[in-house]
């Protein structure tokens, strides 16, 4: 019985010892990283692993880029964006232009992805006008918001439950009794 817990307690430690490696040796240690323009000055980056999967950790990427007349940008690191796991973004880095873009993963991983991006100035968002109903007629209201029936219809049901739930009780009371 005594070698039986001996052999166990080994088993369990290789197995604990064995653990942390277990992720990057499952996926091959290769990523396949996806560089994009983000529309304006800004750079995004897709990282999986080289088998599909989606990171579950985040990876110091580093960004350099080389544009039209000798310009350069970087190095520098990359931030994980909040879009998900395995996506990041530089933000506003390039003035207008053609540049060639390149993003390398530092060990365990060593890889580097390098891209094409047209980088170009940023539009401002549209200026808010007032809303067009059907016919073309503007209507112009103070209150934007989600109407009143939604309000009423809930203050109806508070109502409903607040009155219905002790006539219930004094049913059950009653039949009880």
Known sequence: MRIFRICAAALVA???VALPAAPTAAHSGKLKLTVAGDGAGGVTVQAVHADGHRLD???RLTLTAEGEGGRTAGPLQLEPAGEGQGFYTSGPLL?????????SAPAPYRTTATAQVQAR???SPP???PPVVAGGAARATGDQGIGWWPLLAGGLAVAVLAVAGPLYLLRRRRTAG
């Open 14 to 16: 290789a197995c604990l």
């Open 127 to 129: 200026t808010a006008g």
């Open 57 to 59: 950790q985040a990876v």
């Open 95 to 103: 003035a207008p232009g053609h540049w060639r873009v390149t993003v």
């Open 121 to 123: 100035v940023a539009q």
